[in-house]
Every structure is written in C-alpha cells, then in structure tokens.
C-alpha cells in the first residue's frame, strides 16, 4: 500500500543501483520517497500493476520518465507469471522479462533451509492475520508557547535548523498575549533558503481546515507560509508570503504589513468533497483590534 520500492534518504553521491527486477503488486504506489535526482540508478527493469492502473512514476508516464534518463532498458509489461495469484512465479517461455535478460532462479528454495526437523519447526509457525494500524486521529492544536521552556522548539513542530547562527527557539522576549512567543532568526550562509522552517502534519482530510496565528515582522523579514498534502511530489495548497513589508499570494500583492507591530492571520480551506479550488485569508491589523 505504502509502496514498492522506498527510497528514504536523498544523498550526494550514488546512493545504490536497482536493475534485473521484476516488480508485480496489486494497486498502491511504485515509488515511496524521492526518485528524480541523479543519485540512484535504475534500468532493465520490469513493473506491473496487476490492477492494470497507470503507473505513476514520480508524477510522470513511463515515457516521460525514461526521456528524464530513468530506467534505460526497463518496461512496463505483463511479466507472465504462471499464477501469481497462487504464488507461483514461475514464467511463461514467451515472458518479455527473458527479452530484458532476467535469469529465472528457483524461487521454491528461498527460506529456510537446513534440517528436516528444522523446516517442519518452521512449517508449524502460524502467523495471525496482518491488521495495520489505523491512521492518527486528525491533529487540533492551539499553541501559545506558555509551557514550551525558552530556548526551546515548540514540541508538537517539525523543525529545521542549521545551526550556522540560525534559530528558531521560544523567546520572552516580546509576545502578543501571555508572556512568549516563537523567534525565528535568519542567518547568512545557509545551504536551503528555506531555513529555518517548521511544520506541523495535522493528517486533515475533509471538512474545513482553519490555521490562525499572530505574526510580528522586522523591515527585512522573508517569510513564506504553505500548506502542502503527503503525495510525491507534494501539491501546494494555500500559501502567501510577506517580504520587505508586502503580503503577497502568487505574483499577486495583497497589502502592507506593518513592521514591528502584531497582525493576526487566519487562512482557511474546505477540503476532501467539500473543496472547490479556493481557500480565504483574512489579516487583522493592530488599528483594527
């Protein structure tokens, strides 16, 4: 369900190579993690989805995949397994995973192995039904950062930091009620211009969704805010930016936001059958309180 094959580390040299496989399931997704870079190497492989729906190859078609340099020599057929259904892998004499070179093995000798005894011992083993967990309850959160100890990140938040004089840490430095607030410092040098970031994953998929919260900008300040879903690659949702004092969404300014002052933000969408492509953002400045 959660995919065939996962990749779950991004690194910067060649982070392994697949080729000469057969890959058959039934429904669910090829590829779990990300796939497009350069730094893993696939070719002269064989995929199937049994359902028989298209392959989604990181939001690609098998043509527009192998033309970005992916799995030269592979192909997308019907691997004419004998009976996959009774798990019999054996394959056909006309199977094209021959005419890609795949070297049939005798897949019967696969587990355990040994003496009589010991494989009647393993023959005896029943295994219960698989049963997967079900998904988290949807997240609702209201943090004001009162109980987060200073210097510290907000504890529910994923965080990203770099530590070349980035931060992002509970301060009482100033707050817009109670006593702390979340600073967020920027630093020259970092390797993402999206740093320091963080995120909360609140699992929500229909109804409507509302985020709100209190922002104090400085004169130079770049933020950006986004919603995004789980799919790879992701689809980006309601999402602005405030830069040099202009709030804008898309190419489009919306307004000014004052600097060093409190403004309150809400941003809502309905989502799952209730979503019709739009979302809406109210701003409340300090003379409007």
């Known amino acids: 369900m959660d995919g065939q094959l996962q990749r779950s580390r991004v690194e910067d040299h060649l982070s392994f190579t697949f080729e000469n496989n057969l890959v058959y399931w039934s429904g669910g997704k090829l590829l779990s993690g990300l796939w497009k870079d350069v730094n893993v190497k696939l070719g002269k492989n064989l995929y199937w989805d049994a359902s028989t729906k298209p392959i989604d190859f990181q939001g690609m078609n098998f043509s527009q995949w192998q033309r970005a340099g992916k799995d030269v020599g592979s192909v997308v057929a019907n691997p004419e397994f004998l009976a996959a259904e009774g798990f019999d892998f054996r394959l056909e004499k006309d199977s094209p995973a021959f005419r890609l070179g795949f070297k049939p093995f005798d897949f019967s ?11 009647k011992l393993a023959r005896r083993l029943q295994y219960p039904p698989v049963e997967f967990a079900p998904e988290p309850p949807p997240l609702s ?3 004001d950062f009162e109980t987060t100890p200073v210097g510290k990140p ?3 938040a994923h965080i990203s930091v770099e530590n070349k004089g980035d ?5 009482e430095e100033i707050a817009a009620s109670g006593k ?10 970092l390797q993402h211009r999206f740093n320091p970031h963080f995120y909360y994953t609140p699992r929500h998929r229909e109804g409507v969704t509302r985020c709100a919260f209190d922002i104090r900008v400085e004169e130079a300040t770049e933020m ?3 919603w995004r879903d789980e799919a790879s690659p992701y689809r980006v949702g309601p999402s602005f930016s405030i830069k040099n004092g202009k709030l804008s969404s898309g190419d489009q300014e919306l307004m000014t936001i004052p600097v060093n002052q409190w403004v ?26």
Do not use: C, M
Not at 264 to 289: D, F, K, M
């Open 109 to 119: 000798k696969a587990g355990v192995y040994g003496d009589s005894a010991w494989i």
């Open 141 to 143: 959160l209201r943090e």
């Open 154 to 156: 907000p504890a529910e």
């Open 167 to 171: 931060s992002l840490a509970v301060t």
């Open 180 to 189: 702390r607030s979340l600073k967020i410092i920027d630093s020259p040098g």
């Open 224 to 226: 950006f805010q986004e």
């Open 264 to 289: 309150h933000v809400e941003v809502s969408a309905a989502l799952g059958a209730n979503n019709r492509g739009t979302w809406n953002l109210s701003v409340t400045l300090p003379s409007q309180r």
